[in-house]
């Protein structure tokens, strides 16, 4: 079974910064996608990183591009995601998932088959 476990979240004020990390077993990093995904109250999943294993390839939404951050520890297999500048606006639930095989930018929710448990990240004005 794959296994993916998150940790890192907690409150900040805006313009602080946190470094979520997903921890994985079970799953190889070769030639695989991983991604951070975020879900606040009310509003539907949204992808907001990803990296392709196999060439240390990223993506990112908009939103989060030049603030956030992810990144791969193979040695460790964990995931990263560094938030820098943080604004109220990115206040949600942060899941990290995984998939087989490529993943040319942000792949949808719907092409991830394994999640984590979530990590609640506060950013206060």
């Known amino acids: 079974q794959v296994h993916l476990v998150e940790s890192g979240g907690g409150s900040v004020q805006a313009g602080g910064s946190l470094r979520l990390s997903c921890a994985v077993s079970?799953?190889?990093?070769?030639?695989?996608?991983m991604g951070w995904f975020r879900q606040a109250p009310g509003k539907e999943r949204e992808g907001v990183a990803v990296?392709?294993?196999?060439?240390?390839?990223?993506y990112y939404v908009d939103s989060v591009k030049g603030r956030f951050t992810i990144s791969q520890d193979n040695a460790k297999n964990t995931v990263y995601l560094q938030m820098n500048s943080l604004k109220p606006e990115d206040t949600a639930m942060y899941y990290c998932?995984?998939?087989?095989?490529?993943?040319?930018?942000?792949?949808?929710?719907?092409?991830?088959?394994?999640w984590g448990q979530g990590t609640q990240v506060t950013v206060s004005s």
């Open positions: 998932a995984a998939r087989r095989g490529s993943c040319l930018l942000v792949r949808p929710a719907a092409d991830f088959g394994y």
């Open positions: 079970r799953y190889t990093y070769s030639s695989n996608c």
């Open positions: 990296i392709y294993t196999g060439t240390g390839s990223t």
